[in-house]
């Protein structure tokens, strides 16, 4: 299986399953329990693993919450700020091109009473196609915004968003920032301080780490106040109970210094791949088109994610080509929607037809990614689709 679907999950890194084993194992202590030293040992070991994610971040061990993953915390934010007693605020914004667990906490809370803004992204024909119109969010933003949420980068067409100049006009209004960061931890560098991200998530499975942990960083902790979902022992001060697990907790530390430690070599290598790719696929089949930003960039270029591609073919759609080709792990739209017949939202608020969304194709190329992997893939995609073509589709 040639593996291309990095934006869904990538696969555990080794050296973060060695750091885990442990805390598996023999050292099986609840981090909670302090009455002995398997306990003990367990809460020193998650505080020096918060420690190393704060400084990846730029953030503070505290002002890390641990999560399920990115689901939970992108809700833990925006019910969060929402639903605190001392919200008065009653607007909420967020973007066309969010992920669902985004876009449906809002939309329950529009049902609720809450003003809801969803802005548009700018379409295909702009270079920065997917980014915000910052006039525009300049506009909508109001004394009554209690929160925005914008994604860093997305996980379909691999937009980077102007987060510098995002987080100046949400704050000018006096409102809080969300930043679902889920694809860009580990590949971008993160800096809640610089950025001034007042709410930020990640997922540990996205960067070669475990499934079922995450984060919800808290940027400025005197300006944010959220309400927890979950109550009950009142760990992580109050904001997430239950037992933390040290295991994720330890193998999202390492996962996320390992993407620190080798990101500029990472991101060099990737986006020649992806670059290598697309010429390929331009070669091999006619009239394709690309989905997203242009892929023509430098070094962590700033429209698009340099592990990303995204395209139509003229002729085929893509759910066809991948069951062509069942040798290539790719997807068309996200996981998370990979049942749903409907075609993706992000590539309709792009602006494009329906009929171009449903041939169109996505790729995530991630650390193990290899030049052979690039040619054989492109292999199996003429392959499939000559069988398609023979067997008359
Ligand atoms: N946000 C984004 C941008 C994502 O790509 C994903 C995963 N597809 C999620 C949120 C949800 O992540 P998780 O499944 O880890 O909760």
Same mark, same amino acid.
């Given at each position: 299986m040639i593996y291309l679907d990095h934006h869904a999950t990538t696969p555990i890194d080794p050296c973060v399953v060695d750091a885990m084993l442990p805390w598996l194992q023999t050292q099986f202590g609840n981090p909670h329990s302090h009455t002995h030293a398997l306990g003990r040992d367990a809460a020193d070991a998650c505080d020096s693993a918060l420690a190393k994610i704060a400084i990846q971040l730029s953030s503070q061990p505290e002002s890390i919450v641990v999560t399920s993953g990115a689901t939970e915390s992108n809700n833990l934010a925006i019910e969060g700020v929402a639903r605190h007693p001392r919200q008065r605020r009653r607007h909420l914004i967020t973007v066309a091109t969010e992920h669902p667990s985004v876009l449906d906490p809002i939309a329950r809370l529009g049902d609720e009473g809450f003003r809801v803004t969803v802005l548009p992204v700018r379409l295909q024909?702009?270079?920065?196609? =997917?980014?915000?119109?910052l006039d525009l969010l300049r506009r909508t933003v109001?004394?009554?915004?209690?929160l925005v949420s914008i994604m860093w980068a997305n996980n379909e067409i691999g937009t980077i968003q102007p987060m510098a100049e995002i987080s100046k006009i949400v704050h000018d209004a006096g409102a809080l920032l969300h930043c679902d960061a889920t694809q860009a931890v580990g590949r971008l560098p993160i800096n809640l301080k610089e950025f001034d991200i007042d709410l930020l998530t990640a997922s540990a499975h996205k960067f070669y780490g475990p499934k079922g942990i995450g984060l919800l960083a808290i940027g400025n902790q005197r300006r944010v106040r959220i309400r927890p979902l979950f109550v009950g022992g009142g760990q992580q001060h109050g904001l997430r109970s239950g037992t933390m697990n040290p295991a994720g907790v330890i193998g999202m530390a390492e996962a996320i210094e390992r993407c620190q430690a080798t990101m500029v070599a990472d991101a060099a290598r990737q986006q020649l791949l992806r670059e290598r790719l697309w010429t390929k696929i331009q070669d091999a089949f006619s009239d394709v088109q690309i989905n =997203?930003?242009?892929?023509? =960039? =430098?070094?962590?270029?700033?429209?698009?994610?340099?592990n990303n591609l995204n395209f139509s073919f003229a002729d085929v759609e893509g759910e066809t080509m991948m069951a062509a080709a069942s040798g290539l792990a790719v997807s068309s739209g996200s996981a998370c929607s990979s049942t749903d017949p409907r075609p993706s939202h992000v590539l309709m608020a792009i602006g494009l037809s329906e009929s171009r969304a449903r041939r169109s194709l996505r790729f995530g190329l991630g650390r193990f990614t290899t030049d052979a992997d690039i040619q054989d893939a492109v292999q199996l995609l003429i392959a499939a689709r000559q069988r398609i073509f023979r067997t008359g589709g």
């Amino acid at each position: 299986m040639i593996y291309l679907d990095h934006h869904a999950t990538t696969p555990i890194d080794p050296c973060v399953v060695d750091a885990m084993l442990p805390w598996l194992q023999t050292q099986f202590g609840n981090p909670h329990s302090h009455t002995h030293a398997l306990g003990r040992d367990a809460a020193d070991a998650c505080d020096s693993a918060l420690a190393k994610i704060a400084i990846q971040l730029s953030s503070q061990p505290e002002s890390i919450v641990v999560t399920s993953g990115a689901t939970e915390s992108n809700n833990l934010a925006i019910e969060g700020v929402a639903r605190h007693p001392r919200q008065r605020r009653r607007h909420l914004i967020t973007v066309a091109t969010e992920h669902p667990s985004v876009l449906d906490p809002i939309a329950r809370l529009g049902d609720e009473g809450f003003r809801v803004t969803v802005l548009p992204v700018r379409l295909q024909s702009d270079p920065d196609c =997917g980014q915000v119109d910052l006039d525009l969010l300049r506009r909508t933003v109001d004394d009554d915004t209690a929160l925005v949420s914008i994604m860093w980068a997305n996980n379909e067409i691999g937009t980077i968003q102007p987060m510098a100049e995002i987080s100046k006009i949400v704050h000018d209004a006096g409102a809080l920032l969300h930043c679902d960061a889920t694809q860009a931890v580990g590949r971008l560098p993160i800096n809640l301080k610089e950025f001034d991200i007042d709410l930020l998530t990640a997922s540990a499975h996205k960067f070669y780490g475990p499934k079922g942990i995450g984060l919800l960083a808290i940027g400025n902790q005197r300006r944010v106040r959220i309400r927890p979902l979950f109550v009950g022992g009142g760990q992580q001060h109050g904001l997430r109970s239950g037992t933390m697990n040290p295991a994720g907790v330890i193998g999202m530390a390492e996962a996320i210094e390992r993407c620190q430690a080798t990101m500029v070599a990472d991101a060099a290598r990737q986006q020649l791949l992806r670059e290598r790719l697309w010429t390929k696929i331009q070669d091999a089949f006619s009239d394709v088109q690309i989905n =997203g930003p242009e892929t023509a =960039g =430098g070094l962590f270029p700033e429209a698009r994610l340099y592990n990303n591609l995204n395209f139509s073919f003229a002729d085929v759609e893509g759910e066809t080509m991948m069951a062509a080709a069942s040798g290539l792990a790719v997807s068309s739209g996200s996981a998370c929607s990979s049942t749903d017949p409907r075609p993706s939202h992000v590539l309709m608020a792009i602006g494009l037809s329906e009929s171009r969304a449903r041939r169109s194709l996505r790729f995530g190329l991630g650390r193990f990614t290899t030049d052979a992997d690039i040619q054989d893939a492109v292999q199996l995609l003429i392959a499939a689709r000559q069988r398609i073509f023979r067997t008359g589709g």
